[in-house]
């Protein structure tokens, strides 16, 4: 199974859907909200990083970090 399909799994949502629409993965993994438009991801190298992994988990900046922060007690 891969990360994408645990997600669609987890929330009935797709992250093809996700992308396409612009948004995060919906809850309880995601929050759902609408991204806003490119200046979302930042700028630069960190920007660039926070897109690719969105493009994988749907997940916008905020919630990778959120999940970043539980990783790494
Ligand atoms: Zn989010």
């Known amino acids: 199974m891969t990360l994408g399909e645990f ?3 987890l929330t ?3 992250v093809e ?3 396409s629409e612009t948004r995060c993965v ?3 993994i995601g929050c ?3 991204l806003a438009g490119d200046t979302h991801f930042g ?3 960190d920007g660039a990083e926070y ?3 969105w493009k994988i988990t ?3 900046p905020q919630c990778q970090d959120r999940y970043e922060e539980l990783v790494e007690v």
């Open 17 to 19: 859907k996700v992308v």
């Open 51 to 53: 897109e690719a992994e």
């Open 26 to 28: 919906a809850e309880p």
């Open 7 to 9: 997600i669609e799994a």
């Open 12 to 14: 009935g949502d797709s």
């Open 32 to 34: 759902g909200q609408t």
């Open 58 to 60: 749907g997940l916008c």
């Open 43 to 45: 700028h630069g190298q």
